[in-house]
């Protein structure tokens, strides 16, 4: 695919990728792809990631429930870093964050302190698949 071509892939093979809501414009999340990654997420329109810590492919609400879809994939001008704009779904709708909150951005630097500002829609406890022993 000629246009995976087109983005500078760091030493690891990934590329950073920055998921805003189409509707709001919030940035909800931040995450890695690979080039199958992103080959996934451009053919199925929902949002596939690389998941650096479990080193695989991250269909993101494959667990959760929270799955995101996607309009429009962009690329900023140094072809370094992949937009997606998405609309936030699932069985809560608008929790992209694995803390139950609508963006992983949800602190501000108060005072010399990170102070959350964004509250928990949804307990992560009842979210997440509890794993069976």
């Excluded at 949002?47 to 810590?53: E, M």
Aim: proline share 5%.
């Amino acid at each position: 695919m000629e246009w995976l071509d087109s983005i500078k892939w760091d030493r690891d093979g990934l590329v950073p990728v920055i998921a805003q809501e189409a509707a709001s414009g919030d940035v909800l999340m931040f995450a890695w792809m690979n080039r199958e990654a992103l080959q996934l997420t451009a053919e199925r329109q929902q949002a596939v990631y690389f998941s650096r810590s479990r080193q695989r492919l991250w269909h993101k609400g494959e667990e959760s429930g929270h799955f995101q879809q996607v309009h429009e994939i962009r690329l900023d001008c140094d072809n370094d870093v992949v937009l997606l704009k998405i609309t936030q779904l699932g069985h809560e709708p608008g929790i992209a964050c694995h803390t139950g909150r609508h963006s992983c951005f949800y602190s501000v630097l108060r005072d010399g302190a990170w102070q959350p500002v964004e509250p928990v829609l949804q307990d992560p406890a009842t979210i997440y698949r509890q794993p069976k022993p």
